[in-house]
């Protein structure tokens, strides 16, 4: 497997590179279970980003982000946005596009209204998913005053109103 070498907040990886199709591979940055560099990364997110007053994230891979930055910002909780309804969920908000759904549970959505929120995922590819936590926090009544993410990748999103560590290109064949 092709490897791609990037420091990331003075952290060094190695991402394995993936087969999009015969023209085009992205390196897969996954930061679960990288304690060292979900860290640094935090670290590095919160000397770049204002101190909001509550954090959201979709699961799964944004979570270990959003509780290393609320630690740091030394927050009591932030908030997970899920992929399905569960059970336990109540008075849902919930948002879908191409295939992709995010559910605010009721109580999340209420610690949500009023509030100036950093909206926070691992990486942003298309913006999508980032895309719709924004318009979920503005649905609970929110603000969203950040949106961030450790790396971008792509040239066809336009990444202005995403604060990022490192841009990951594309790898043309």
Known sequence: MALFTIE???VSRQLPVI????QLQVATLNILGDRELVEACAQALVEKVARPDIIVTAETKG???AAE???LYNMPRFVVARKENKPYMQTN?????DGLTYVLDGKDAELLKGKHVLVVDDFVGTGQAIQ???QLVRDAGAETTTKASIAVQGSSVQYDDITYIVHIPLIRS
């Open 132 to 134: 719709l936590l924004d």
């Open 69 to 71: 930055l609320a630690r």
């Open 93 to 97: 908000l919930q948002r879908e596009a």
């Open 63 to 65: 979570i270990p982000l």
């Open 8 to 10: 990331i907040a003075g």
């Open 19 to 22: 087969s999009v199709n015969d």
